[in-house]
């Protein structure tokens, strides 16, 4: 696949984990925070330089309130571009899901 560099965050009870690979050559990739359910990074490609923070949400209500209390963490300190891509790992209708334990 091309990647050599990679971060992980490693799966807890029922969540999946979260990986991040990238080529070398092309973007640096330094660790700025993480925790079980998210990884925040800042990528620098030439002299542009921006932050990646990647998601996948506790269904727990508890870990999710801790989740959202970091995001607004690092937004209010955000001054840089700045990608989210969030699994909040939750649906707006019951229509929505497949699959699973019944809501």
């Given at each position: 696949m091309g990647f050599d560099k990679w971060l992980i965050v490693d799966a807890v009870g029922f969540a999946r984990g979260i990986?991040?690979?990238?080529?070398?050559s092309i973007v640096?990739?330094?660790?700025?925070?993480r925790s079980p359910q998210f990884l925040h990074v800042r990528a620098q490609t030439g002299r542009d330089a921006w932050f990646l923070t990647t998601?996948?949400?506790s269904p727990a209500l508890v870990q999710r309130r801790e989740l959202l209390?970091?995001?607004?963490?690092?937004?209010?300190?955000?001054?840089?571009?700045?990608?989210?891509a969030v699994d909040f790992n939750s649906i707006l209708l019951p229509s929505d899901k497949m699959g699973g334990s019944t809501l």
């Open positions: 990986w991040l690979l990238w080529d070398s640096s990739i330094t660790e700025v925070d998601v996948y949400a209390a970091s995001i607004r963490s690092i937004a209010e300190d955000m001054g840089d571009p700045w990608f989210l």
